[in-house]
């Protein structure tokens, strides 16, 4: 154990401290933030002025649609059918619609458009109804509590029983009036982000692994190491430390983007009169903190400029599980793969081969992301449930899958499954590798890998 | 006593036996020959006492038992084929591979000192590999091979690459390992080496151990009851007072004596060959030619080609 802890830390410490890791660990977050201030940008410097419709059959939403410097809301009065008929000729952006509801307070929405539904509208439009519906809640629970004064109720409490999660869903009217799903969604970017991600990370730190074994190879210094340590240790050691510059990377990359995303937005928006999506952050926290006894604030913040909102839509992704399954099957799935491509480092003689093995090995990992479309179209139907499930897609596609909601079980499943093909390709790799990193000169064909994975020892 | 001992080892590959109920036994505090052609298996039997693989059959013993995996601490290996991290220092290198054989890192760093001292490299600590020459990466990986002190030392061809200044300078390194205390397994197609060196050998070919024994023993069983004797000219033929049982392989004559090479019956010594040259020649000298290693080599190999064809 003592030996496998060396190798991680040589693997390790070689890599992090070369210049083109300090140079991508700079470049990566600058880029990412990019991708993410640019979009908010743009977005804030459209002027152009969208309408939406508003068909409201709850009527308790009425007048509390207020118009904003891009969006004009005006109310419609027809059911919803003839709503929708009209929808391509009234040149309206959206059309919000909002079911009436028997018992409960609508707590669902639809928006029907033509094109995609711009996000700044749709969070502006969610926001509306989840403070309408929390200032509804929270007169009743006032009004509640002022007859019954003997209990005291914290302030955090009272809030937690208020909030409102308001479920809106975008469709498109087609020209013949036909329906189909707008994916417009945040979480549809983010699923594909971070598949895209997990797709580049394995790609990007398991051929890292395969240099690593074939700069050992062809440096001839395997033969001094696995005369101290088992040639699984090294294996082993090199496809860990590699993973924990991975590591290191990624958690660089998030800190520092959040630090630029932060920095960047603060200055964008200083000066204007609305408050900062921080600014505003902090003081949602600062309500929430509040100690017992003091005056509940009733008023929710009124429209804040479109910066704010697409910040509360980022901000109402679930980051602890979005982050804690990216990890997991960001390391898994860089396990897996990595033995791959120690054993393919071990069986040629110069990154030249290494073609012919490379490829069958891409296939699922490239078949992930040309079907990452189809599987963001239907995430819980049967093909993506599958591909979720078997260990060489998984990692891709459950983390396209996992923003918009999958059964625990489901994800348990395919961790658990995925921990079994990790555990199977390092054993099947290990024995191709232990043969291979002592061959040379050879000329090595699948024959010859299927005969070293049946020697015996 | 015996170190390293391998009995009936046998290594098959796809298609072709690398060692064939392969035996040795390297004894304690001596310098063991390895020798054979390319391709023979050596390399394969070194593979196999370093436990890099592991023989289908025969047993490995160490020290009197079994060889363990832990017995890797007590064995230094060189092998033929050299190389380093090119891009590391030659400090860091030496430190991770001498942990690697089980020292901490404090003694690594001690016993490297004293090593780079008495080398006179000690200014190549920070330097990367790939900036020294090849022959200074062989001496840091010389060194790399003894630091921890091993009980058995292997080395594959190493003075292969190395000038004759530094090459004279291991040769005297791997002379005092063995004059403290340090078994020896020395693999080389140099005879020359051998001869130097090696205390008992073994020829392998062709997957087999074909000869092996301590180097004077086999000498003498090489002996082909042949002199080389200098004496005055003479002017009749060797042939004419000798019986015919007496062959006469080479004569050549230098400006003050002439000189044969006599190839004697099995069952008469010097001294008849002697008695027989006496009456007519005067002899300024008469030696033995003992058969060098590579003449041995070349013969049992040889033979055994055409034995075999």
């Known amino acids: 154990m003592k030996k496998i802890f060396l190798i991680i830390q040589r693997e390790y410490l070689t890599r992090v401290k070369k210049r083109s890791f300090i140079i991508m660990t700079i470049l990566g977050p600058v880029l990412m933030a990019a991708t993410i201030i640019i979009p908010i940008y743009l977005a804030t410097q459209t002027n152009e002025l969208k309408t939406v419709a508003v068909l409201d059959e709850t009527g308790i939403f009425k007048g509390k649609f207020k118009d904003t410097d891009n969006i004009r809301f ?15 000729r009234s040149g309206d952006h959206a059309l919000l619609y909002i079911p009436k509801t028997e018992v409960t307070l609508p707590n669902n929405a639809i928006i029907y458009s033509e094109n995609n539904v711009n996000i700044n509208v749709k969070s502006h439009i969610k926001n509306v109804m989840s403070r309408q519906l929390e200032e509804m809640k929270l007169q009743a629970r006032l009004r509640e509590l002022q007859g019954d004064r003997e209990n005291q109720v914290s302030v955090d409490d009272i809030l937690r029983s208020i909030k409102t999660s308001v479920d809106i869903n975008t469709l498109k009217i087609g020209d013949d009036g036909k329906e189909s799903k707008s994916y417009t969604e945040l979480s549809m970017i983010l699923g594909m982000f971070a598949g895209i991600l997990i797709y580049f990370f394995i790609f990007m730190f398991g051929s890292q692994v395969m240099r690593g074994v074939i700069e050992e190879k062809t440096s001839r210094i395997v033969e001094v190491i696995v005369s101290s340590v088992k040639p699984f240790q090294l294996m082993m050691g090199k496809i860990i430390g590699v993973g924990l510059v991975g590591l290191t990377q990624f958690m660089l990359w998030v800190v520092l983007t959040f630090i630029i995303v932060t920095a960047v937005t603060a200055t964008m928006t200083s000066g204007s009169a609305t408050q900062t999506a921080t600014e505003q952050l902090l003081k949602q926290n600062q309500v929430n903190i509040q100690p017992e006894g003091q005056q509940i604030p009733v008023t929710p913040q009124k429209n804040g400029d479109e910066l704010t909102e697409v910040m509360d839509a980022i901000h109402s992704v679930d980051f602890p599980v979005m982050i804690g399954s990216f990890l997991f099957f960001f390391v898994v799935g860089y396990l897996l793969y990595a033995a791959f491509f120690a054993a393919i480092g071990g069986a040629v003689d110069s990154e030249a081969d290494t073609q012919q093995f490379m490829f069958p090995i891409t296939i699922p990992l ?33 983390m396209i899958r996992i923003p918009f909601g999958v059964p625990f079980w489901e994800v348990f499943l395919s961790m658990a499954i995925l921990i079994l093909g990790f555990l199977g390709t390092t054993w099947l790799a290990a024995k191709i590798y232990r043969t291979g990193i002592l061959m040379y000169g050879k000329k090595i064909t699948y024959g010859e890998l299927w005969k070293w994975i049946r020697y015996k020892n | 006593m015996i170190l390293f001992a391998a009995d009936n080892v046998t290594k098959q590959y796809s298609g072709h036996k690398a060692l064939d109920k392969v035996s040795v036994a390297v004894p304690e505090g001596k310098i063991f020959g390895l020798l054979g052609p390319n391709g023979a298996g050596k390399t394969t039997l070194i593979r196999i006492i370093n436990q890099i693989i592991a023989p289908d059959e025969g047993a490995l013993m160490f020290n009197g038992r079994k060889l363990e995996p832990g017995d890797i601490s007590a064995i230094g290996y060189l092998p033929e084929e050299r190389g380093l991290y090119k891009k590391m220092t030659v400090g860091e290198q030496s430190l991770y591979l001498a942990q690697l054989k089980g020292l901490t890192h404090h003694e690594a760093l001690t016993r490297l000192k004293f090593w780079f001292d008495k080398f006179e490299i000690r200014s190549w600590w920070n330097r990367k590999v790939e900036e020294l020459s090849k022959g200074m990466q062989q001496k840091v990986q010389f060194l790399i ?76 069983k090489y002996k082909t009851n042949t002199y080389i004797v200098s004496f ?38 010097s001294n008849d060959m002697i008695r027989l040259l006496l009456p007519h020649v005067t002899i300024y000298s008469v030696n033995e030619r003992i058969p060098n290693m590579n003449d041995i080599f070349i013969q049992v190999v040889s033979n055994r080609e055409v034995s075999e064809n």
């Open chain 1, 74 to 88: 005006h109310y419609l009065t027809q059911d919803i059918n003839t709503a929708k008929a009209n929808f391509a």
């Open chain 2, 232 to 269: 005055n000219s003479f002017d009749k033929p060797l042939e004419s007072i000798l019986p015919p049982a007496f062959q006469v392989l080479s004569e050549f004559s230098d400006a003050d004596h002439r000189h044969a090479t006599l190839k004697l019956p099995i069952d008469a010594t």
């Open chain 1, 366 to 398: 490239i078949l992930s992301i040309i079907l990452s479309q189809f599987i963001i179209q239907d995430p819980d139907g049967p093909v993506a449930f599958w591909l979720s499930i078997f260990p060489l897609t998984a990692p891709v596609i459950m």
């Open chain 2, 145 to 220: 091979t003894i630091i921890h002190e091993p009980r058995l030392l292997i080395f594959d061809e190493p003075f292969s690459g190395f000038d004759p200044i530094n090459a004279s300078l291991l040769k005297d390194e791997i002379l005092a390992q063995k004059e403290k205390g340090a078994t020896v397994i020395f693999s080389t197609h140099n005879m020359a080496s051998v001869e130097e060196l090696c205390d008992d050998i073994a020829l392998i070919n062709k997957s087999k151990v074909v000869l092996d024994g301590s180097v004077r023993e086999i000498k003498k």
